[in-house]
């Protein structure tokens, strides 16, 4: 594609309706007063492997006990 994604977003404006120019405006806008929230992974690397094996295993065999089966009288 030689388009650029700027082009791109601006030709599919062009064909829609006022109303959803203004929400497409608004979300953008939201974006750009977004805040960046969280830790970069590179920092979260120093703890890459610190929890032992058998730790591991428990909360594996947890998740697929408990959070693979579906309570339909939950709701």
Do not use: Y
């Amino acid at each position: 594609m030689n388009t650029s994604i700027i082009e791109e977003v601006v030709e599919q404006l062009k064909v829609m309706p006022q109303h959803l120019q203004w929400q497409v405006l608004e979300f953008v806008q939201s974006l750009v007063k977004a805040e960046v929230r969280g830790t970069p992974g590179q920092q979260l690397l120093r703890f890459a492997g610190s929890i032992p094996s058998d730790d591991l295993q428990l909360m594996r065999e947890a998740i697929e006990q408990d959070c693979e089966r579906v309570d339909v009288d939950e709701w």
